[in-house]
Nanobody, 126 residues
Framework: QVQLIESGGGLVQAGASLRLLCAPSGGTSMTNVMGWFRQAPGKGREFVAAINWDGGATVYSDSVKGRFTISRDNAENTVSLQMNSLKPEDTAVYYC???????????????????WGQGTQVTVSS
C-alpha cells in the first residue's frame, strides 16, 4: 500500500478557493488511479473526484462539478484538488485515496480504493 499525505486544508469564507495537495510519503512513485473523498460530521464518506493514471480522464460528483478540478503531475508525484466557489456544505475532512496498482478504471466507490491519507480539514463559513 502507498502512504498518502494531504495538505492545503483550512478555514475560508464562502466563495473562496482552496487547493488541496496529495503526495505519497517517502518519494514512492505513484501512477495509480487517484480519488478525493470527503466526510462531513455525522455523515458517510462521499466521493468527490477521481483521475486516471495520466490525467486524461476525470470524474466528479454532481455536487462539485464545475467548481472543483482534480489534476495530477506525475513528474512531481502529486495529485491536487482545486476548489473554487466554496460553499458551507463543502465543509468536511477531505481524503486522498489510491486504487491498487495496475487498476486502470476510475471508480466512485470508496471500497475500490486501497490506500488512504489521514485527511485534511476544510471549513467554509457563511
Amino acid at each position: 500500500q502507498v502512504q498518502l499525505i494531504e495538505s492545503g486544508g483550512g478555514l475560508v469564507q464562502a466563495g473562496a478557493s482552496l487547493r488541496l495537495l496529495c503526495a505519497p510519503s517517502g518519494g514512492t512513485s505513484m501512477t495509480n488511479v487517484m480519488g478525493w473523498f470527503r466526510q462531513a460530521p455525522g455523515k458517510g464518506r462521499e466521493f468527490v473526484a477521481a483521475i486516471n493514471w495520466d490525467g486524461g480522464a476525470t470524474v466528479y460528483s454532481d455536487s462539485v462539478k464545475g467548481r472543483f478540478t482534480i489534476s495530477r503531475d506525475n513528474a512531481e508525484n502529486t495529485v491536487s484538488l482545486q476548489m473554487n466557489s466554496l460553499k458551507p456544505e463543502d465543509t468536511a475532512v477531505y481524503y486522498c485515496a489510491a486504487r491498487p496498482a495496475r487498476v486502470t478504471v476510475i471508480s466512485r466507490d470508496r471500497t475500490g480504493y486501497r490506500s488512504w491519507g489521514q485527511g485534511t480539514q476544510v471549513t467554509v463559513s457563511s
